[in-house]
């Protein structure tokens, strides 16, 4: 390498990082208007064992295992 050239790295790396930094906020903008925007799978997931009497079993057993593992 030339002293030129290793002088020019930082500019190019710069440049690079410029222009991939731009191509990923373009890319974010289409996906924006492509994809609509999903809840957290927490939210998604909220009140899914309303009335569910296996779910209440498996909540009654680990209340009543937290009470013997005091």
């Keep these: 390498m030339t002293p030129q ?3 020019n790295q930082p500019q190019e790396i ?3 990082v410029t222009s991939l930094e731009l191509e990923l906020t373009q890319i974010k903008q ?3 208007t ?3 925007p999903q809840k957290p799978w927490w939210e998604r997931i909220a009140g899914s064992h309303a009335n569910d009497s ?3 079993a498996v ?3 680990g209340q009543e295992w937290r009470k ?3």
Excluded: D, G, K, N
Aim: charged share 15%; no cysteine.
């Design 68 to 70: 013997t593992a005091q």
């Design 59 to 61: 909540i009654q057993l």
């Design 30 to 32: 289409i996906l924006a």
């Design 14 to 16: 710069e440049a690079r």
């Design 5 to 7: 050239s290793t002088q």
């Design 54 to 56: 296996t779910f209440e």
């Design 34 to 36: 492509v994809t609509p």
